[in-house]
């Protein structure tokens, strides 16, 4: 069984939906980590958070540590959106390394 | 600042052959690490680095070499390329104070 678990695994959205991508883990951390990557490009970090929430643009990440449960949500969709999200989390157990959930591939239709 | 860069962007190899993908960061991060993703797989750590000096081998190290050259440089050798090793690479560098990982555009690699 994988330690990141991403739900779903495909999105389809109408522009302007709000969107939510969810990542679980069964072990403790230290941080998470929320990265998207466009297709055939690089991988940009999103968001690196241990506790409660973070906004940036349209782009909100939270994490609940008792649940060992982290959502990233997107308001006001746009097709620039459209991209592989990427969950990521920093294992207590694994040092300064990271853990990746196997992503989100989002659409986002105009 | 131009964050992590690495060469070349492509590359094809025949079985056999040896390359060195190259990666470099001007933010002045300790640790840097080298990934490889494959389609259904993620990304999965081959090797990375602490510190200047220092390499440790990740998850998938087989088949694989790595030169901590300086806090700068990072490179990953392929000292006998293998079709199994056709991927993209990816080189990240991390913030020493919240472990938020930079990575570089990626390396595309196919070997035939």
């Known amino acids: 069984k994988n330690e990141v678990e991403q739900s779903p695994q495909n999105l389809t959205a109408q522009e302007g939906e709000f969107i939510t991508i969810n990542c679980s883990y069964s072990?403790?951390?230290?941080?998470l980590h929320w990265l998207q990557q466009h297709p055939g490009g690089g991988i940009v970090s999103l968001f690196m958070?241990?506790?409660g929430k973070k906004k940036h643009g349209r782009l909100i990440a939270t994490i609940n540590i008792q649940e060992k449960h982290s959502s990233l949500h997107i308001t006001a969709s746009h097709p620039r959106d459209s991209a592989v999200y990427i969950c990521?989390?920093?294992?207590?157990?694994?040092?300064?390394?990271?853990?990746f959930g196997g992503g989100t591939r989002v659409l986002v239709k105009p | 600042n131009a964050g992590v860069t690495q060469t070349p962007k492509f590359q094809v190899l025949k079985t056999g052959q040896s390359m060195t993908l190259q990666c470099a960061q001007d933010m002045n991060h300790n640790s840097m690490y080298w990934y490889r993703q494959d389609p259904g797989m993620g990304l999965r750590l081959i090797y990375y680095s602490a510190s200047e000096g220092t390499t440790d081998k990740g998850e998938v190290p087989n088949g694989y070499n790595v030169s901590r050259l300086n806090k700068r440089e990072f490179s990953l050798r392929l000292e006998s390329a293998a079709p199994s090793q056709t991927s993209v690479y990816f080189c990240?560098?991390?913030?020493?104070?919240?472990?938020?990982?930079?990575f570089g555009p990626g390396t595309r690699l196919t070997v035939t």
């Open positions: 990240a560098s991390r913030r020493t104070y919240n472990y938020e990982q930079y």
């Open positions: 072990v403790g951390i230290s941080a």
């Open positions: 958070l241990s506790s």
């Open positions: 990521a989390v920093l294992l207590k157990a694994a040092g300064n390394k990271l853990t």
